[in-house]
Each structure stands twice: as C-alpha cells, then as structure tokens.
C-alpha cells in the first residue's frame, strides 16, 4: 500500500488558483480511477477533477469553499502497491492535455499512519437504524392512531399541530419529543397551524459562484458611478413582427423572443454611440472603445447570475444572435457553459420577461459602461391624436458609469434604441 | 329576584361538575356551581354520595366482617378468631362519615378556587341563563358559557318500580339492617359488588340475569374466578332469567326464566341493579333543543354541544359512565373555555369492577383486538405462580396482556384478582405512553409485588418469561 498525493490540476489558461465548490467523495471512502473527486471553480468556469488513479482517500485537501493554489494538494488517496507520487490530475475539460506525470519530489512519501482498511467499511456496513427512515410518504397507514404520550398530544394541541401528520420515530411508530421538535421545525404543511415567533437561523456560507458574484456586485457599486434612465417604447409593431416571423418559420428555425431584436438595435446604435460599447480601465484611466459588439446575457442559473457572451454581434443576423443566444442561456444553465463563453462581454443586456417589473436599476458589469434592462410588456391605452389606442407598451431601464457617459449621451442612445424599437423596418436598414 | 351574572355557569356538582368548577376557577375564570342536593346528591354528585366511596366502604367492611367468619376456623398461618360479629348500623354511620369528609372536602376546594356554590334546583331558561329555587328564594344566574354535568340515575324496570322494597343502590348502601334474603335484578359490576357484599354479611343472595352469563361487558376468561368465588359465598344465580314482578303481598319476587316457565323468590329486598341512564328531565334541558346521541347529550371532542357555548360532561353525554372519565373532561372543558387548545383525547379509559376477585380492564380485549382487523399476541401470568399473591392467600386470578403481533405495541391489559384495581394506574400509562411489550420487559418491577404478574405476562408474550 502506498500514499497517491493528487495536486489541484492547471484548469485553465493564465489561472493560478481555484475555488473547491464540491466534494464529490469523503474520507474513507474508496474510488475508482476517472471518478470525479471534486468540483473546482475558476474565473467563470466550473470544472471538475476525476482521480487518476483507484484508491482509499486519506484526507481532503480542503473544505468546500477553500481556495487553493494550482499545484497544491488536492487530494490524498491509498493506493495499491507503490505509491509516493506526487500526481495532478487532469481537469475533466481539459482532457486533451495530458497531465504531466513529474516526479516532482525524490523522496517518497512517508508511509502515513492511516487507519487499517477495514475500519471505513466497517463504518459503511453498518445496518440503518430504524429511525432513519424514509422520510418520505404518509407517516402512517391511513386510519391508524397516531402513538404519542399525554405530554406530546397536549404540546402538539398547543402548537397546533395534527399529530397525524407527524412521523414517529420511536419503536412501533411512537411519536417522541425530537419527533414533534423536528417536524415544527420543518414547518408544517397544514394552514391551521398557528403562527409562532421563528427564531431560527440558518447560516449559509457565500461560496462558488454566489461568492464571485458578490464580490463583482460590490465592486461594480463600490467603483462605479451608477445612474439609471427609463425610457417607455412601444413594441406593438415590433411584437407583430416578431409573431408573425415566429408564425412563418415555426419549423425550420428557432423561435423568436425579443432579446434578438434588442441586440440588432444594439449593434446600430452603437455605431451611432462608439462611447457605449467600452470598457473602463479606471487604474490605467483609460477607455478600450470595442469594435466588435460582444453581448452579455444576464442569465439566472440554478446556481446564481451567469453572464454568457454572444461574440460579434454585428456579423450575426437576427436568426443567428436567436441561436446563439438559445445556445449559450442553455450552456450556462446546465453549467457546460465554457471560460470564453463566459467572459469578454463589452455591454450587457439584462432581462427577467414577464418577471420584468416597470423598473429596475440594473448594476453594470464592470469594466463595461453600459447595461441595458428590459422590464415588462403591457398593452396599455395610448392618446393618439383624438383617441385612445390599445398600444404594447415597454419600458426599458438602463444603467450608465456616469464617471464617462454623460446623461445627455445616455438620453440620447436610448432614444435611439427606442426609435429603433419602434419601427423595426429601420433595424433591417443596411447604413 | 336576586341576579348573578359569571363567566361560567356549572350545572351539577359530581366529579364532572366540580372538577370542571375548580379548574375553571384556577385559571381565573368567573365560576357559579349549582348543585341541588337531596337524598342522592350534594357535592360529590353520585360518586361521592351514593356510588363509588361509599360502596366501596360497605365492600370493605363486608370483607372484614367475612374474613374474620371465615378465620374461626384456624387459617392455614394459625389464626383464629371468635364469635366475629358486625353492627351494620355502626358500618353505615363510619361509610357516611366518609362520604362527609371527602364532601365537605370539595367545597372547600371549590371555595378555595373562588366558586360560587348555589344550592338548589336549577331550571335553565335558555343557553345562557338559568333561575335556581334557593331556600332564600329564587334566583337568576347568566352566564356566557353553561356546562351540563348533570350525571346519571338508576335505571328502573317497569315491572319492579323503585318503592318499598324495591330499591336501587343507593339505597341498599344505606339500609337500616343486612336483609335476610336479598334478591339482586341485574349481574353487571353494581349488582354484583353489592351482591357480594352483602353475601359476605350474611344475605341470602340471588342474582337475577337476563343474559346467559354474568357481567356480560367482561370476557369469559375474566368473569371465571369471579363467578367461582360467588359459588364459594353461596350465591345462587340465575341466568336468562327475568324479573316480572313482585308476589302478591310483596315479600316475594316472580321470576321468569328462558322457558317461560314462572316461579316466586321470597325477598325482603329487592335490589333493581339494571344499569342507570342520563339525567336529561327536570333542569330545562328541553328548552335548549340539543343534538342527541341516542338517550344521552351528543358532544364532540372538545365536550361541545350542538349549542355554542353550551357543554357537557360525565354520565349525562354516556357511555362509559365512570367518575374518571366526567372529572378528565371537565378538566378538558374548563380549559378549552379559558382559551386553550384542549381535546379530549385519552387514548384508554380504565374501568375496575370491585368484585371478588377484582377485575381490571384498560384498551382492548384480545378479541375487540382481532375484531379491529389486528393480529394479536396474548398472554397471560397467573397469580399462582406470584409469591405476594401466595403470601396474601390470593392465588385466584391473572394478568393478561393483549399486543400486535406486529410490532409488540401494546393494546389492552387486563387482570383478575385480589387488589388488582390499584394496579389500573400502571396499565394505564403503558397504553397511554405507547408501550411495546419490550418496555415492559425492560422496566423492573418490584419484588414481591403483584405487579410482577404484568411484567411475567409481558415476558411471555415475546416468549420470555422467567417463572412460568
């Protein structure tokens, strides 16, 4: 037997350091080579890093939420006869390098005191108790009395609880103190439940993705000079042209929402206002104006805000920027969403559809200087001339670093989007 | 006419009664009791006065007075008394006595508590109000909440009207002298305690059944020392048999058994022991209109009946009729009045039959049990083999524990013996607590008690025991 110290992989170019956000495995267990050790986070990405080799792990080298340096133990596992390498394992996405399997240190390893092997399946075997069970499903056959001493019926009484719905525990299915404890603390699903003072609290530590975008968020509000304007468009011949297409092409291409449109608006009005679509250096106090129209996508992910990019907007059609826009929402939500995908942006669209409220204050995606909202459609009486018309309205609510956009040029891009908005034909204008 | 206004108004002073009164009165509640009074009642109601203490002061001295008959002989440890002798007028006075202590008592609890005791009869006049004939003249008491605790009263039989010689138990507990010939009408557990009793003092006992055996609401296998002790004392009993009158001139009674065929039983009393029913006339009650359950006052688990703010307790809302049931509700209803989320949610009421042997029954019989669809594990340990038993010359009897099959939970415990009503406590926590035959198993019980008999009998059932 011997010691396999496997060391936190290069999981991506120009990255020194990643994030440990899951542990796939726990001391003692034992693992299969190519099994996934643990999930790590980068920048944007997140990666996860298969063992190289079969063995027992012996220690972790890190709590999920630690950070560790590129080359830094990840991970220590007994193996089968010799062991003593330092190994790195590879990233799972980047496989097509293979790891080079220096043998970085010339003394061996220390044989550990490592418990004997028989102790972890010892642990593993032993037979569930009784009062684990399955904490799914009714807690009793139908029609049978729950069991439960005076003492517990007349605390569930007070607490208003139906004793019916409570699982015991207990031998014979008896309802005990912990019992009632726990399912109070679950919250009972019965409206009749009587209302108490909640003094739980439930810490939950900041890691992974949530962390980084906590940290981007504060340093967006921290740095920026964040001003926001609102402007109403009305999107009712828009809306009618984007129904319409969906209705001609139902088949043969992807089905139209509004972001496409706004993004071809973006690419024509930033050639009209080059200062939008930069990037603000503020150490090196310089501005990088973009040629190219790199547009984030803010996208809500199971695990937080993601920001996939759609790269060179300006040589994408209106079907292609609906592809590509599809493709990558998609990418980012089942977390197979790449660096690149993620990162490169010079402007930034946020949407939340029909969650879109009237208005919101988008933060900017630093170092980028604009963002742009969109809230929600509303059919709405407009006075036109002599008469109300029913017009579907929208209001779209921007931010702009106000250190250097001015109001007057923020008031004026939107404007122009808007009049855009307003009579798509000019969208499809050639300049 | 004087006009007391309260927060609660308590119809009837027996254990229902006044047990919702002072818990009403501890948790500060206005409180008015209204209790009548009168040859069966007073404070205590039934139980007190006329049913449960004083029987089982007549029961005590009967067994006493017949021990000490049966010790002229010499005992198998040697004793031997003489010329045994017992004045049942002395036997009444000390019975009264005691009932007066425990009376007297309650009113003071009740007073403690700041309850306001009214005597008289009451007569309610709607929902809320009720006028009260007082030896001061009459009065009226409003209330915004009335509980009805307004007990129960000896059935009687159309063919045997109470009178004369005809009496009812409450009666028979205060007779001048032990009848010579005493014939008992009904073999449930008030027949035959009394039945007993006064066997032991020397009646000539009969028993008159109409069914084909003995304290029918019991099993078998229970009723059987008892009925051999019965034998023992010379009662004579007659089963199928019915009571369809009095003999001409009324010193006898005329019998009629399952042929038809008819015969006449000398009696000096004739004591009608047929069960008893609610006491629903002569208060009002028929001006609140209340939902009925068959002959007894419907109410649901909070003791609520189909008249907000109208409640009742005890013998008056039914089966079964037993002091520890009324006092568990009226304890249920004072809180529920004073705002608390209260049911009524026993999961067994015990019920103890002081005969001879005694009988205890708490939760179900091993055959209610596989009537509700359960698979059962019964056993049972006989007194015999418990040495306190043998040290006390009571080997007669057995305890008896019925469990799932399943998962050993307990669902009934019964016993039949000498002293056993003082082991009701114990199984009634088992089945309240949820026990499983292994808690039992596992809790050490005293030695040399008879309670070992249910610690053996739960052994037994897992295949466990040690002295059989």
Redesign the interface.
């Known amino acids: 037997m011997g010691i396999r110290i496997v060391k936190l992989p290069d999981v991506g170019e120009g990255v020194a350091e990643a994030e440990v956000v899951e542990w796939h495995v726990a001391v003692g267990q034992s693992v299969l080579e190519d099994q996934i050790l643990a999930a790590v986070m980068t920048d944007k990405a997140t990666v996860e890093i298969p063992s190289p080799v079969a063995g027992t792990v012996v220690a972790l080298g890190a709590e999920v939420g630690g950070v560790l340096a590129v080359g830094a133990e990840l991970i220590r596992l007994e193996v089968a006869g010799e062991g003593s390498a330092d190994v790195a394992a590879a990233p799972r996405e980047a496989a097509a390098v293979p790891p080079p399997a220096q043998p970085l240190a010339a003394a061996p390893a220390p044989k550990l005191p490592v418990p004997p092997p028989a102790s972890p399946p010892a642990e593993a075997a032993v037979a569930p108790m009784p009062t684990s069970r399955a904490p799914m499903g009714p807690p009793r056959p139908s029609g049978e ?1 729950p ?4 003492a517990i ?2 605390r569930a ?2 607490a ?1 609880v139906d004793l019916r719905q409570v699982r015991g525990t ?5 309802i005990s103190h912990d019992d009632l404890d726990a399912y109070l603390r679950a919250g009972s699903t019965s409206a009749k439940a009587v209302r108490s003072a909640n003094t739980e609290v439930a810490t939950v530590k900041v890691i992974g993705l949530r962390r980084r975008i906590a940290q981007k968020m504060a340093e967006s509000k921290r740095r920026v000079a964040h001003f926001s304007y609102v402007e109403e468009v009305d999107v009712t011949a828009l809306e009618e042209l984007r129904s319409s297409l969906n209705a001609e092409h139902r088949r043969d291409r992807p089905r139209l929402t509004l972001m496409p449109f706004l993004m071809q608006a973006l690419v024509k009005a930033v050639a009209d206002f080059p200062e939008m679509n930069a990037l603000y250096d503020d150490e090196a106090e310089t501005i990088e104006r973009h040629g190219g129209v790199h547009i984030g996508i803010a996208t809500q992910t199971p695990s937080g805000l993601m920001v996939p990019v759609v790269r060179h907007c300006e040589s994408l059609d209106l079907w292609e920027c609906a592809a590509e826009v599809l493709r990558l929402a998609e990418a980012a939500r089942e977390g197979r969403a790449t660096r690149a995908e993620l990162a490169g942006s010079t402007i930034t669209i946020t949407s939340l559809g029909a969650l879109g409220g009237i208005v919101t204050t988008p933060v900017i995606n630093r170092p980028e200087v604009a963002i742009i909202g969109v809230n929600r459609q509303v059919v709405r009486p407009v006075w036109q001339g002599s008469q109300f018309v029913p017009r579907t309205m929208m209001n779209l609510s921007s931010s702009f670093d106000h250190r250097v956009i001015d109001g007057y040029v923020a008031a004026r891009f939107v404007q122009r989007i808007r009049s855009l908005l307003e009579t798509p034909a000019t969208l499809f204008l050639e300049a | 006419m004087a006009e007391i206004t309260a927060k609660v108004l308590v119809i009837g002073g027996g254990p229902g009664g006044y047990v919702a009164a002072i818990r009403a009165g501890q948790l500060g509640l206005d409180t008015v009791l209204v209790e009548r009074g009168g040859a069966e009642g007073g404070l205590g109601g039934t139980c007190l006065n006329v049913g449960c203490i004083p029987s089982k002061a007549v029961i005590h001295a009967a067994d006493a007075y017949h021990r000490a008959v049966e010790q002229t002989a010499v005992t198998p440890f040697g004793l031997r008394v003489e010329h045994p002798a017992i004045d049942f007028a002395r036997t009444v006075e000390w019975k009264d006595g005691i009932v007066g202590r425990l009376t007297s008592g309650v009113g003071a609890l009740l007073k403690r508590h700041k309850v306001k005791i009214v005597q008289g009869h009451a007569e309610l006049m709607d929902g809320k109000t009720c006028k009260v004939e007082t030896d001061t003249g009459p009065q009226t008491i409003r209330a915004e909440h009335v509980i009805l605790a307004t007990g129960s009263v000896a059935a009687s039989l159309p063919s045997l009207p109470f009178g004369g010689k005809v009496i009812s138990s409450t009666e028979a507990l205060s007779l001048p002298a032990v009848p010579e010939r005493l014939v008992v009408v009904g073999a449930g557990y008030i027949g035959l305690e009394l039945g007993t009793a006064f066997a032991k003092l020397d009646a000539k006992v009969t028993i008159v059944e109409a069914e084909d055996r003995i304290l029918p609401a019991y099993d078998a296998e229970l009723v059987r020392p008892v009925a051999k002790r019965l034998q023992a004392l010379g009662v004579d009993i007659l089963l199928r048999a019915r009571a369809s009158g009095l003999a001409e001139g009324g010193d006898a009674v005329l019998i009629e058994d399952g042929n038809g065929s008819k015969r006449s039983l000398p009696a000096n009393c004739i004591l009608v022991a047929t069960g008893r029913r609610a006491r629903l006339e002569g208060f009002g009650l028929e001006r609140l209109d209340l939902t009925m359950n068959g002959p007894f006052v419907a109410i649901d688990e909070r003791c609520a009946t189909s008249m907000r703010n109208v409640w009742a307790v005890g013998d008056v809302t039914g089966e079964p009729m037993l002091a520890h049931r009324a006092m568990a509700q009226g304890a249920v209803v004072a809180e529920v009045i004073a705002g ?4 009524f ?3 067994v009421i015990p019920a103890v039959c002081f005969t001879d042997p005694e009988i205890v029954t708490v939760g179900l019989s091993p055959e209610a049990a596989r009537q509700a669809g359960r698979e059962v594990r019964v056993a049972s340990f006989p007194f015999q083999a418990n040495g306190r038993a043998l040290t006390l010359e009571a080997e007669d009897g057995f305890v008896r524990v019925t469990a ?1 099959a399943d ?3 307990v669902l009934g415990i019964a016993a039949v013996g000498a002293g056993v009503s003082e082991l009701a406590s114990s199984f009634a926590l088992a089945l ?3 026990a ?1 035959l ?2 039992i198993g596992g809790t050490i019980h005293a030695h040399p008690t008879l309670g070992e008999a249910f610690h053996e009998a739960s052994l037994r059932a897992l295949g466990e025991a040690l002295h059989i």
Request: proline share 6%; aromatic share 0%; no cysteine.
């Open positions: 009395k069991i439960a001493s005076p019926r007349r009484r007070d208003g207990g031998p014979a299915g008896r | 608390h989320r209260r049911v949610d026993s999961a799932r998962n050993h939970l309240e607590m949820g499983r292994e808690d």
